[in-house]
């Protein structure tokens, strides 16, 4: 089992920057695939971002390359999504995952996670 924790959520302006971390336990030493989804009211959860165990190759759907950036500390078991020029479609509730294997975005495939942390961007 792995246990997700994301923290770093809040209230930002329009054109303003939130740092959102996801700290992962309970399998150390196993290699994960992280990646980040939102779910905005009424909407289906939607792939963000994802990174490989090394962070060498990272993925982004295209509403936020450019503005976004996934990064990882393995010697701190945590993932980072960078938002800046945050804008008010990027409301929702931000969900950290993880898998073994998968790194698309389809949510289903992943195998773990967190409780989501709320970003709201105000216009």
């Known amino acids: 089992q792995v246990q997700l924790v994301e923290s770093g959520g809040g209230l930002v302006q329009a054109g303003g920057s939130l740092r959102l971390s996801c700290t992962a336990s309970?399998?150390?030493?196993?290699?994960?695939?992280m990646g980040w989804f939102r779910q905005a009211p009424g909407r289906e959860r939607e792939f963000v971002a994802s990174i490989s165990w090394r962070g060498r190759d990272t993925y982004y759907t295209d509403s936020v390359k450019g503005r976004f950036a996934i990064s990882r500390d393995n010697a701190k078991n945590t993932v980072y999504l960078q938002m800046n020029s945050l804008k008010p479609e990027d409301t929702a509730v931000y969900y950290c995952?993880?898998?073994?294997?998968?790194?698309?975005?389809?949510?289903?495939?992943?195998?773990?996670w967190g409780q989501g942390t709320q970003v709201t961007t105000s216009s």
């Open positions: 995952a993880a898998d073994r294997y998968y790194s698309g975005t389809d949510p289903v495939r992943y195998d773990y």
């Open positions: 309970g399998r150390p030493g196993s290699s994960y695939i």
